[in-house]
T-cell receptor, first 113, second 114 residues
Framework: EAQVTQNPRYLITVTGKKLTVTCSQNMNHEYMSWYRQDPGLGLRQIYYSMNVEVTDKGDVPEGYKVSRKEKRNFPLILESPSPNQTSLYFC????????????FGPGTRLTVL | DQQVKQNSPSLSVQEGRISILNCDYTNSMFDYFLWYKKYPAEGPTFLISISSIKDKNEDGRFTVFLNKSAKHLSLHIVPSQPGDSAVYFCAASALRGSQGNLIFGKGTKLSVKP
């Protein structure tokens, strides 16, 4: 089954404790992105990647890092999480042939205390 | 500064009627526009897109209209069905589809009443 998986789905952590949210897709997609969704702000792009080893900043990259060492994986790293990074995070992927159809993961709800 | 604006946070429509969701943008570099639908506890799903070289794109019950001079687009759903109740996001990009930097509006919550 074609899908984008994220782990963990829920996470409660404390300020300053490094964490990684994993994202994996099994569709051999070139493009992958990370978004955060906050009430009243909609979806905002954090980082995107157009292929392996090619990443770029979206609208709200501060406090986040990403890497794209393999095509299928695009982890989101919070080196020193802060409470303002409490949010619902979505990973997404799409293929070069059909960039319109972005497949989203189920979301990761992160709470930073 | 919001580059993509959805000024109506919510919209309520009767089943069978037309739903019209609006979106305005400010950046003239945007060349490609997409609509996504999102149910609670799920990721968004792609609905329909339009390139700036067109002024209309239709897919079944969904039609997107683009007015470049007014920097305005709208999504029409005809006829509306209760299953269409969701949050709808408008998104814009300077590149085709979801390549590169994609800017989303804040969303409009559509409620279709039986």
């Amino acid at each position: 089954e074609a899908q984008v998986t994220q782990n963990p789905r829920y996470l409660i952590t404390v300020t300053g404790k490094k964490l990684t949210v994993t994202c994996s897709q099994n569709m051999n997609h070139e493009y992958m992105s990370w978004y955060r969704q906050d009430p009243g702000l909609g979806l905002r792009q954090i980082y995107y990647s157009m292929n392996v080893e090619v990443t770029d900043k979206g609208d709200v990259p501060e406090g986040y890092k990403v890497s794209r060492k393999e095509k299928r994986n695009f982890p989101l790293i919070l080196e020193s999480p802060s409470p303002n990074q409490t949010s619902l995070y979505f990973c997404a992927s799409s293929s070069r042939e059909d960039t319109d159809t972005q497949y989203f993961g189920p979301g990761t709800r992160l709470t930073v205390l | 500064d919001q580059q993509v604006k959805q000024n109506s946070p919510s919209l309520s429509v009767q089943e069978g009627r037309i739903s019209i969701l609006n979106c305005d943008y400010t950046n003239s570099m945007f060349d490609y526009f997409l609509w996504y639908k999102k149910y609670p506890a799920e990721g968004p799903t792609f609905l329909i897109s339009i390139s700036s070289i067109k002024d209309k794109n239709e897919d079944g019950r969904f039609t997107v209209f683009l007015n470049k001079s007014a920097k305005h687009l709208s999504l029409h759903i005809v006829p509306s069905q209760p299953g269409d109740s969701a949050v709808y996001f408008c998104a814009a990009s300077a590149l085709r589809g979801s390549q590169g930097n994609l800017i989303f509006g804040k969303g409009t919550k559509l409620s279709v009443k039986p």
